[in-house]
């Protein structure tokens, strides 16, 4: 059997992992020819191939990022017009004609939405979750995720020291466009006097007030909030708002860290500077956690296919891995509830 294995979306650490584990296990126990497709769901739209063997991942297993590439290209978005052909149309022709009887897809819940959709029309597929922003339904934790609180942890550590030396208040803007969970563990993790998600609008006056109270001590305060985060009245214009591929508003130059930076030296009359962690979340050699998951779901991957599990994303359950369906896993996002973000306000202020 022939299987094809690409990345999708962002890119995060333990994706080599991933990709190492699937080729590794598949030669090894089920020998399994495999062929690597470039940049995302452009790799198989576009017929573009590179050599996965064995050889090929030797020595990948601690390096960030992915060496197949990634990318957002959307099949779903493409027109019928090329060829007459729609994206889905497009992908299964070259798979046929590439020899490809089936397509590990390593992605989050856009990548993993296209691969249900490719399953639904007929092909063998197999799901790998992956998002830093650990906000994928039915898997505990996905891979990339610890390495990134991790990240963030460090820089917000890092920041304790100047902000108190400079009586500053320093907001830390990390990743996190719908689900604040990286927010959430680095704030609680690295001691933040304020964790701001997107899953609750905040006042900005709660805020401020937070900030004045730990300016009364001898420390000065972090606030960390994700990049998704909004306050209840919000005043910021909706104009010049880009869209990516799947319809997703770009954050990367919104500013919610400068905001608030701005808002609160404006009303407490205290010193506020912002750091944005931005792709520095992203890149860099993965945690021992994200490197022994990552290698976990790639071995139940390659074989989930040699079982012929088709439409199934393996997932994290407690501490073991388990399949479910790619359908069931993309349906909804995974959102802090309440109760622990109620964890988290204990320490505010």
């Not at 304790?160 to 803007?173: D, G, M, N, Q």
């Not at 709660?206 to 900030?211: A, D, L, T």
């Not at 972090?222 to 919000?234: D, L, M, R, Y």
């Not at 490197?291 to 779901?297: D, E, G, K, N, S």
Request: proline share 4%; hydrophobic share 40%.
């Amino acid at each position: 059997m022939r299987v094809g294995v690409l990345t999708g979306g962002g890119d995060c650490p333990g994706l080599n992992a991933v990709i190492r584990a699937v080729v590794r296990t598949g030669v090894a126990e089920h020998e399994l020819e495999f062929i690597g497709f470039r940049d995302g769901w452009r790799g198989p739209l576009e017929g573009d191939t590179m050599v996965l063997d064995v050889e090929a991942v030797r020595g990948i297993l601690p390096r960030g990022g992915t060496i197949l590439g990634s990318s957002r290209t959307n099949p779903l978005a493409e027109s019928a017009a090329v060829g007459g052909k729609s994206g889905l149309d497009r992908i299964k022709e070259n798979l046929e004609s590439l020899g490809v009887d089936a397509l590990v897809v390593i992605g989050g819940e856009d990548t993993l939405g296209v691969a249900a959709r490719l399953y639904e029309a007929g092909a063998n597929v197999v799901g790998v979750p992956k998002t830093i922003d650990n906000d994928l339904s039915a898997t505990d934790y996905t891979f990339g995720f610890d390495t990134a609180v991790n990240i963030a942890m460090e820089a917000i550590d890092r920041l304790h020291t100047t902000a108190e030396s400079h009586h500053r208040a320093l907001i830390v803007e990390v990743m996190g466009r719908h689900a604040g969970w990286i927010a959430l563990h680095a704030g609680i993790a690295g001691g933040a006097n304020v964790i701001l998600i997107p899953e609750k609008p905040f006042d900005m006056e709660q805020v401020c007030e937070y900030v004045r109270h730990r300016f009364q001590t001898r420390y000065a305060p972090i606030v960390v909030v994700a990049e998704g985060a909004n306050p209840k009245t919000s005043g910021e214009a909706a104009t010049e708002q880009q869209l990516d591929a799947f319809g997703h508003i770009r954050l990367a130059n919104r500013g919610i860290g400068q905001m608030l930076a701005d808002e609160i030296e404006q009303r407490t009359g205290k010193e506020a500077r912002c750091t944005v962690l931005g792709h520095v979340q992203r890149g860099g050699t993965p945690t021992a956690f994200d490197r022994v998951l990552a290698t976990r779901f790639g071995v139940h991957a390659a074989r989930s296919v040699a079982d012929g599990a088709w439409g199934v994303m393996v997932a994290l359950r407690g501490t073991d891995i388990v399949r479910v369906p790619i359908a069931q896993a993309t349906s909804e996002l995974k959102l802090v509830p309440p109760e622990r973000y109620g964890e988290a306000e204990v320490f505010f202020g």
